[in-house]
């Protein structure tokens, strides 16, 4: 006699489909925005090293002098 637990169960195959296919789209959305964030990191990361390098070549600006301005009446 044959086993009923073993025979394919048609209900069980759509959902675990359904089931892949929604975790496969989570995944791929998850890793998406790990490499946006990553890309964003380093941009950064790479601006504040410029930055430091480049700060120490150039000459420090010059200091803003305040004026005032004339009241009209």
Same mark, same amino acid.
């Given at each position: *006699?044959?086993?009923?637990?073993l $025979?394919?169960?048609p209900f *069980? +195959? *759509?959902? /675990? +489909?359904?089931a892949n296919a929604?975790a %496969?789209?989570l !995944?791929? #959305?998850a890793?998406?925005?790990? $490499?946006?964030?990553a890309?964003t *990191?380093?941009?950064?990361a790479?601006k504040q090293? /410029?930055d430091a390098?480049? %700060?120490? /070549? /150039?000459?420090?600006p010059? $200091?803003k002098?305040?004026? !005032?301005? !004339?009241? !009209? #009446?």
């Open positions: *006699m044959a086993n009923p637990w $025979k394919k169960n *069980m +195959s *759509m959902w /675990l +489909s359904a929604t %496969g789209s !995944r791929g #959305r890793t998406a925005e790990g $490499k946006r964030q890309t *990191m380093m941009t950064a790479t090293v /410029l390098w480049t %700060g120490a /070549l /150039l000459p420090a010059a $200091k002098t305040t004026t !005032r301005k !004339r009241k !009209r #009446r």
